[in-house]
């Protein structure tokens, strides 16, 4: 094996370089994967989350085992696996009480370097926790999902939604698509799907949605009581990461239901909302950060099943040399859902 492989450096929304970085030593208790595909996530578009060095583009991938320690014995040469970008831990308060994303210590850890590059390092605290080797009816860009879609998993724990409930999603973009896709999973009857582009609407359909609305054509609460037998819907999961975009899902919250934030503002943005409507409506506000061990393997565990129509999700297919291409479609956001990055080259029946 080279000493050094290709990695898709982020310097800029503007600026990504292709360069060579040496591959990752491990240790006796750590593998070496090869990076067999790796998805873009909206999060790195945002800028307030560009601060710093530049860094390895991509925390979607999927690899296969080509090295492993001495002291690795559950993982083969060659075994496929998901391994979760950050991983908890069980022995703090934090964790004992279920938000183990929101531990400090789940946040320091990371795979090496990262996502869009040729071969990444697994530490041995990723093997103990979160680590998965796929079953073979699950496709390598089917596992691409499974990151970012168990976040969406996770958000669905907290949504209080009862056997038939409408839910409605302010933002059809991939995230907002794994809303729609999963909630019928949790119990959701009606699922609304709202966006300002119609191409993401007709997505949204083919993922589920039993209703769409476009709030630029149409008025977005009388539409959604004219479906919902003159009611709002019983939970709002808002995807946009904008102070208008919360306000109209708030809007669309029936009294007693549950709204929640699926996305964050920008550090320091301030929403407001009316003191004596949020006494009186008794609406619940959740959100959710990230996926923990559990969101995944409930994920895998539904995808081996069946119950996910994760590759109809793939918009995009790119080779690493054309990472700055993947990252401009990324931030455009127009005709596409999840964009993909092959470190080795996109397999021929992917270009078929």
Not at 271 to 295: C, E, L, M, N, P
Request: with cysteine.
């Amino acid at each position: 094996m080279s000493k050094t492989m290709k990695a898709a450096l982020y310097y800029g929304p503007d600026d990504i370089r292709i360069e060579q970085l040496a591959v990752p030593e491990i240790s006796a208790d750590e593998v070496l994967l090869k990076t067999l595909v790796c998805g873009l996530c909206g999060g790195e578009t945002m800028a307030w989350r560009k601060k710093g060095t530049s860094r390895v583009l991509g925390h979607e991938p999927v690899g296969e085992v080509v090295a492993r320690g001495k002291n690795v014995t559950d993982y083969e040469i060659g075994d496929r696996l998901f391994v979760n970008h950050h991983v908890g831990r069980i022995d703090s308060h934090l964790s004992r009480r279920g938000h183990f994303t929101r531990d400090p210590f789940y946040g320091q850890t990371r795979l090496d370097p990262g996502g869009v590059c040729e071969f990444y390092r697994v530490s041995a605290q990723h093997l103990r926790m979160d680590a998965h080797k796929l079953p073979q009816n699950i496709s390598n860009e089917a596992a691409v999902t499974i990151e970012p879609w168990s976040c969406v998993l996770s958000g669905l724990k907290v949504c209080n939604i009862q056997p038939g409930d409408t839910l409605a999603v302010v933002g059809a973009g991939f995230m907002g698509q794994g809303f729609v896709h999963l909630a019928p999973l949790f119990g959701a009857g009606r699922v609304i799907a709202l966006d300002f582009s119609d191409w993401r609407l007709e997505r949204a359909r083919e993922f589920g949605a039993t209703h769409t609305i476009n709030p630029k054509r149409q008025e977005a609460e009388q539409t959604l009581r004219a479906a919902n037998n003159g009611r709002l819907a019983d939970t709002v999961v808002v995807t946009a990461p904008f102070v208008s975009a919360w306000d109209q899902a708030m809007a669309l919250v029936e009294v007693g239901g549950t709204l929640h934030l699926g996305a964050p503002l920008p550090p320091g943005t301030e929403w407001k909302r009316d003191g004596y409507k949020a006494f009186f409506d008794q609406i619940t506000v959740t959100s959710r950060y990230s996926a923990d061990h559990t969101d995944t393997y409930s994920y895998i565990r539904l995808l081996q099943a069946g119950r996910i129509d994760a590759e109809r999700a793939i918009s995009h297919r790119f080779d690493i040399d054309d990472s700055a291409s993947a990252f401009q479609t990324l931030v455009r956001a127009e005709k596409s859902l999840k964009i993909l990055v092959y470190p080795h080259g996109i397999p021929e029946k992917e270009n078929a």
